[in-house]
């Protein structure tokens, strides 16, 4: 995809010098009076999205649509102006895609994004590929955040105890609040996420002047306080660790998720999956994985050690006396030995990550580390980014301390994070004055009386700093759909300023970034060129220190290992698809299946399965869970590879406030976090029991058989076997077919997907959602097995159920040459196209399911029901290039046709030869490791005919001679 | 009469009781002309009410789609497709016994071959419910036949043994209809010359086309039929051989077999001579047709379901052994998830109806006891039911990859559907006796002839 076909900056500068209300769209808008433009729509802003009844109300919100465009782009214009089509910008050709660069914030990693809008609605997001940072990778969580910003649920105005109010009487009723609070120099508080925004850290210390006694406070649901502190003591205050995993041999991680969900897990998927090439040799890289429960990282690990929480931190401080004495200090297990081996034959490149949120153990690893020569190679610690550095002492010392008069709570909600809830709801009773600034509803706007509605990141002017010092742009790329505006601009009302955001923003970056390059000579220049690109890096936005105090302690208290069946231990982690539980009200994220367990709606206790038996726990048997003052009530899922002792729940589910869709799944996992005197800690020990409650429940999983029972569908080998050409069963079949091959003339599509590179991090299932208007069904027909996917992920395990060795394998249509599925329709609504599509004719389909049937791979979804799409908000994300199904019509991956023809256009718009990597799918272009790649086999030099030609090659079910168009390349596990 | 010499002098008469001719008319059409009893109008009721159910179920999937039943990505047929392939092979004795049974020249099939042939076309009408509402989208079954229309190339696909399941079930049901209609023509000519009633005799007159009973009428009657009969014969080869052929022609382990046809072929008599005898069972009672469907007649029955089911099981054993011989994994999985998997007990109870339990009829005294007799059909009934859930459910639950293997269970809308075509089955059943001659007036008195004669022998003896 050229960027300057797809990306189009919408800045029209000029237009921002007017100043005030009064600008114009273009010429002709300009000569239309007020008054024309007011009368063209007079509905209020809160109906026009209700539904949609008329033609009439559908060329009003097309019209709205269309103008939101350029209006968002910088300035506030009053929004009754519609501007009907035939004054069209001329950005924006119907049925053309308009992308914009921007960051998301919905995720972990804050992926860089191109957004594309069609007819002025955002309706997919794709990396962005100029992004340093997540280079065109993307996770689950911000590709579905394009629903997010189509979700009913969210506020429609801001409120006053619960009350919904314009803007103006909003401003005045909390302005003149906030003025006594000043007034009389009370205390405010302030409680943001870690935030890596430098204009909001500007506008936040703008606000701290204005309001003089002003405390800011970071909080983040999943604390990373102890790696932060770690690197605070040791780096001096401020410091933060990058990763570069790049750069890196071996890493050994303790407990960290890192290519699901830690720290920046896209960041470190690019880098991963590009050393896990076998045509790397001995340099591919090598993973070994310490954890307790089955983590998405645990289970891409060439090697993977099943231990406690405990025995990690043992093992740990175990390995720093090996490092530090040069392998001298004597009497340590073999399996640490081993890890000691592997570690000092790798120094300085090599890694070792910690997901401990501990002081003392985050400690052991910066000196394991530091030890190893790691430091400057494999980790930069540097001052500049400002990802995951709340330290968990000041929030806890907030709530347990004196309230504030006045407290702000912008972009978080720790009445639901917040371990101790009861607590939290006593020490905010006692505020007199409680601001949620927030998209939607949640736990703690509910519990505050003044509720500022916020535009989502979709809709907001930002930027962020990358962990290697990147500047990225976030701009809305629609008009803000409801009665919301952005957080920041209700701090800089509070102020009692009318600057907007985006001139404060503007102003800052003049101020602070223009200066620091060169190659712009003017302002507007710069600042368009950055916007379009969504990523600009500058000189001296990374301070690395090298400054290091050796004395952080490092006597991490171990306690005593004791048998499983004595104690239990419960391990909280997040995952890659619900986070922090933020975005629990995103249908596609809840029918999302977890990349291990392949569960969805809700969450579950994972039990490893020597525990289950003892116990006589089956899968779906509802169990009690206590700990402390908190108990639980959870399914069970015997889940193989955790760790005998431990109970894994994982965060983001149980949301007691948020829209009908993410309500009263699973329960919140929160509780059992634990304040450790230094920071949360996820993981909680002693007074830990767990027992039958007798009921049961389903488990709403895609995928219930987890042993691939002996077969050749997931081929892999071990590094050396790769090299030495043994183990590996290549095309060794002879097949015979009945039919001759079909003539092959132009394209031949075909894909292949490297199972070395693949984590099974899921992302590609939901950009695939988006792309196709894939319907979402609800937990009741998961449980039914008819979810809709297009794209799916099987896991098998293989081995000791204690611990296991893991595959994934994205498994969509495979295009068959002589597909069983075309033989048997009865009404040919199934066919072969010339360039190698199997495809699907919706209208021609009767639905007998015998297609579904006969195919070998069951990729074939059927639409048992008319799926809703009632809702015309969400109904706005849907693709206009993809026909909605209706029901009784069969489905299946199309290898993103639309896309595909809309190459094709293009390239023969341009009177050029299609070019391989012209056309990406939306599966391949989300994919954060790169393992899947689409093109032309009848182009030779083109990068599929390469895959294919890879000894590595091979199609699953080979034998049946069905001819995949889609094929694997085998997975190489990295060991002897 | 020298032609009937070749009957044994001591066999049973075909008819048992002592009657003249007027007297067979009058007992065989006494319901017809003189208005049902009160067991025939329960019977009627029941069988209508469930009909009415049947309707309002089907409805009800029709209006919301058929997520309401238990199907599922993995499992995509289930009960529709089995009862379907059930109710086909109900369809199979009709035919069998009036067409194979008239070419061999066996004559005790006259008294049951009407009922039987009737039975048929009601079978199949069943059947023919369900390819149509386990469709997607129903309102277009249309597009499953080749009608001219302007979709240029767009027209039907002729590799799909759908397909030819839409053309060999109607060429049944056409042939099977005609063929029956035929032999009734003589005796709806009965119906409107005993009649009193001027609207009766309207209406039989029309329908039994001018029938004047002459030589001539009576010889191109009978040739007729033996040509339907040559016709008929092969279908009832083929119309199971094409059903066996959705599976057979297949990728999937378990449904990927060329034993299928001739497998199915003998199930489906199997199936097919079983529901007779349940039917006639109750025929001879609710109507008092005991002297004309004799225990002769279901001894005869009896013995085909003894063969056939025999048949049935060399087909299973086949199965296994191919499982094994073949070396294929996914057969062999197949095949042993079928005895051991989660479906093991429809499995057994498919061996065990169809293959254990009719050994009973060696003996004679399980065949002349009709209690028994009853349960028997009924077990084989429930057996070849199975059977095809057997093997379409258990093929496609555990397929190749065993990442989207899944169970099934059915939800209550399927089984009242398949209950509701009982319903359907009964009432066309109960209004064929009602309002038509159930059992061949004249080809029982062909055959009464000879009764009476042996009868008479046998006193003079």
């Avoid at chain 1, 409801?482 to 001139?503: I, N, P, Q």
Wanted: aromatic residues 10%; glycine residues 8%.
């Amino acid at each position: 995809m050229e960027d300057s076909k797809k990306t189009t900056s919408k800045i029209q500068d000029t237009r921002s010098n007017a100043g005030g209300n009064g600008y114009w769209q273009d010429v002709h808008q300009k000569a239309l009076s007020e008054d024309e433009l007011k009368n063209e729509f007079m509905e209020s802003e809160q109906d026009r999205f209700v539904a949609v009844k008329s033609r009439r109300s559908f060329l009003q919100i097309m019209g709205f649509s269309v103008s939101a465009l350029p209006l968002a782009s910088c300035m506030k214009i009053p929004t009754k102006k519609a501007i009907p089509f035939l004054y069209k910008n001329d950005t924006i050709v119907p049925g053309v895609a308009t992308w914009f660069a921007t960051t998301t914030r919905e995720c972990t990693s804050g992926c860089h994004l191109l957004v594309k809008t069609r007819e002025g609605r955002p309706i997919k997001v794709e990396g962005n590929e100029k992004s340093s940072h997540t280079r065109g990778g993307t996770c689950p969580q911000c590709q579905a955040s394009v629903l997010s910003l189509y979700d009913s649920y969210r506020l429609r105005s801001s409120m006053v105890d619960g009350a919904g109010r314009d803007w103006a009487g909003f401003d005045s009723v909390v302005a003149t609040k906030f003025a006594a609070v000043k007034e009389h120099n009370q205390k405010i508080v302030l409680v943001t996420p870690s935030t890596n925004s430098p204009t909001d850290l500007n506008l936040i210390s703008k606000f701290k002047e204005h309001f003089g006694n002003v405390d800011h406070i970071c909080y983040d649901a999943i604390s990373y306080g102890g790696l932060a502190k770690s690197y605070s003591k040791a780096f001096g205050n401020g410091a933060l660790p990058n990763f570069k995993l790049g750069n890196a041999k071996l890493v050994l991680s303790f407990g960290a998720d890192f290519l699901g969900s830690w720290y920046s897990p896209i960041k470190f998927t690019k880098d991963y999956s590009k050393l896990r090439d076998p045509g790397l040799g001995r340099n591919m890289l090598k993973h070994i994985q310490v954890e307790s429960v089955m983590s998405l990282s645990g289970s891409n690990a060439d090697k993977r050690i099943v231990a406690s929480k405990a025995r990690q931190r043992e093992m740990l401080s175990q390995l720093l006396s090996l490092v530090e004495s040069g392998g001298a200090a004597g009497g340590r297990s073999t399996e640490v030995r081993d890890l000691y081996q592997s570690l000092a034959s790798s120094r300085g490149k090599s890694l070792v990550v910690c997901g401990d949120n501990d002081f003392k153990t985050q400690n052991i690893v910066i000196k394991i580390n530091k030890a190893l020569g790691n430091f400057g190679k494999t980790i930069v610690a540097s001052k500049s980014s400002h990802h995951k550095w709340a330290i968990d002492s000041e929030f806890e010392a907030l709530v347990n301390g004196p309230g504030p008069a006045a407290i702000i709570f912008w972009g978080t909600n720790p009445a639901y994070s917040y371990p101790k809830g009861s607590k939290f709801a006593d020490f905010l009773k006692n505020i007199p004055v409680r601001l949620a600034l927030t998209t939607a509803e949640n736990e703690t706007s509910k519990m505050c009386n003044y509720v500022a509605a916020t535009n989502h990141s979709l809709e907001s002017w930002g930027d962020s700093i990358t962990l290697d010092g990147e500047l990225a742009f976030s701009q809305p790329v629609i008009q803000a759909l409801f009665g919301t505006r952005m957080a920041g601009e209700t701090l800089l009302a509070l102020m009692g300023s009318s600057t907007k955001y985006y001139d404060f923003m503007k102003e800052f970056w003049r101020k602070n970034f223009f200066s620091k390059q060169s190659s712009k000579l003017s302002f507007v220049d710069f600042w368009n060129h950055s916007l379009h690109d969504g990523v600009v890096s500058l000189a001296g936005t990374v301070q690395e220190v090298s400054k290091f105090d050796s004395s952080i302690p490092t006597n991490v208290k171990i306690s005593k290992r004791v048998p499983a069946s004595q104690s239990l231990s419960i391990e909280c982690f997040e995952t890659n698809v619900m986070g922090d539980g933020s975005c629990a009200n995103n249908p596609w994220l809840q029918e999302l299946p977890d990349p291990i367990t392949k569960m969805t709606w809700g969450n579950a206790a994972h039990i490893s399965p020597s525990t289950a038996s003892s116990l006589g726990i089956v899968s779906g048997d509802v169990v009690k869970i206590s700990g402390g003052e908190k108990a639980i009530e959870l399914p069970a899922i015997v889940q193989p590879g955790v760790e005998p002792g431990t109970v894994g729940i994982s965060f983001g589910h149980g949301r007691s406030v948020t829209g009908k869709v993410g309500l009263g799944l699973g329960a919140n996992a929160f509780g059992f976090v634990r304040y450790n005197g230094e920071c949360f800690s996820h993981f909680a020990e002693g007074g830990i029991s767990l027992e039958k409650t007798g009921r049961k429940e389903k488990l709403a999983q895609t995928q219930t058989h987890h042993s691939m029972e002996g077969r050749d569908i997931v081929r892999e080998q071990t590094l050396s076997e790769f090299q030495h050409g043994t183990g590996h069963k290549g095309h060794d079949v002879k097949l015979i077919s009945m039919w001759s091959d079909r003539e092959k003339k132009g394209h031949q599509w075909a894909m292949a997907i490297d199972l070395s590179k693949c984590t099974g991090c899921s992302g590609c299932i939901v950009s695939c959602n988006a792309e196709n208007n894939v319907p979402v069904v609800g937990k009741e027909e998961v449980i039914n097995r008819r979810e809709m996917h297009w794209m799916r992920i099987d896991r098998y395990y293989k081995g000791d159920d204690a611990n296991p060795e893991v595959v994934h394998q994205p498994l969509n249509c495979q295009h068959c040459d002589n597909a069983p599925c075309e033989t048997v329709c009865p009404v040919l609504a199934t066919v072969q196209s010339s360039d190698g599509l199997n495809q699907q004719v919706y209208n021609r389909c009767v639905g007998t399911r015998y297609c579904a049937n006969n195919c070998p791979y069951k990729v074939r979804r059927f639409n048992w029901f008319r799926y809703p799409h009632e809702d015309p908000v969400e109904n706005m994300v849907l693709n206009p290039d993809v026909a909605v199904r209706e029901r009784g019509v069969m489905e299946k991956c199309s290898m993103c046709i639309q896309r595909i023809q809309e190459g094709k256009i293009e390239a023969r718009k341009q009177g050029r030869e299609l070019q391989d990597g012209d056309i990406k799918l939306a599966c391949q272009q989300s994919c954060p490791a790169d393992a899947i790649v689409f093109g032309d086999m009848a182009n030779p030099k083109s990068k599929i005919s390469r895959y294919l030609k890879d000894k590595r090659n091979y199609t699953v079910l080979e034998e049946l001679n069905v001819k995949p168009r889609v094929s694997y390349l085998t997975k190489i596990r990295n060991k002897e | 009469m020298s032609g009937d010499n070749h009957i044994a002098k001591i066999r049973t008469p075909l008819v048992t009781k002592d009657r003249k001719y007027r007297q067979i008319s009058d007992d065989i059409l006494n319901s017809l002309e003189k208005g049902p009893g009160i067991k025939w109008t329960i019977c009627f009721s029941i069988s209508f009410l469930v009909l009415l159910m049947g309707i309002g179920v089907i409805a009800y999937q029709i209006s919301t789609g058929i997520g309401v039943w238990g199907l599922n990505k993995t499992v995509g047929w289930s009960w529709d497709i089995t009862n379907f392939v059930f109710w086909v092979g109900i369809g199979h004795a009709g035919t069998l016994i009036s067409a194979i049974l008239l070419l061999f020249r066996q004559k005790w099939r006259t008294s049951i071959n009407r009922a039987a042939e009737a039975m048929t076309i009601i079978a199949v009408c069943c059947a023919g419910i369900f390819p149509i509402i386990h469709m997607g989208r129903p309102w277009l079954a249309f597009w499953m036949f080749p009608y001219p229309n302007t979709r240029g190339d767009l027209w039907l696909n002729f590799r799909s043994p759908l397909l030819w399941d839409v053309f060999a079930i109607s060429t049944y049901l056409t042939v099977s209809a005609v063929f029956w209609y035929i032999g009734l023509i003589p005796d709806l000519a009965t119906v409107r010359d005993r009649t009193d009633s001027p609207l009766r005799k309207k209406i039989f007159a029309l329908l039994s086309f001018g029938w004047t009973g002459s030589h001539r009428t009576w010889h191109r009657y009978e040739i007729l039929c033996l040509i339907l009969a040559g016709l008929a014969a092969p279908l009832v080869v083929s119309v199971h051989t094409i059903v066996s052929m959705d599976f057979a022609t297949s990728v999937i382990p378990g449904w990927h077999t060329t034993i299928f046809p001739p497998y199915f072929v003998a199930g489906a008599v199997f199936s097919g001579f079983a529901m007779v005898l349940t039917l006639l069972l109750i025929t001879r009672k609710v109507m008092n047709f005991e002297h004309y469907i004799t225990k002769g007649h279901i001894d005869a029955m009896c013995k085909v379901l003894l063969v056939t089911g025999m048949m049935v099981g060399l087909a299973y054993s086949t199965e296994f052994f191919m499982a094994w011989y073949s070396g294929n994994e996914y057969e062999k999985f197949t095949f042993m998830n079928r005895a051991m998997g989660p479906y093991a007990w429809a499995y057994w109870t498919m061996v065990s109806c169809n293959v254990i339990f009719p050994q009973v009829l060696w003996f004679k005294a399980v065949r002349s006891n009709l209690v028994l007799v009853f349960i028997m059909s009924i077990v084989v009934n429930i057996g070849m039911w199975f059977e095809r859930f057997v093997i379409i459910t258990t093929s496609l639950h555990r397929d190749y990859l065993p990442s989207s293997w899944a169970m099934y269970s059915p939800t209550w809308v399927e089984v009242c559907t398949f209950i509701g075509t009982f319903g359907l089955f009964f009432t066309l059943f109960f209004l064929f006796v009602r309002f038509l001659p159930a059992i061949a007036v004249g080809e029982v008195k062909s055959v009464y002839k000879f009764a009476r004669k042996n009868k008479d022998q046998v006193e003079n003896v």
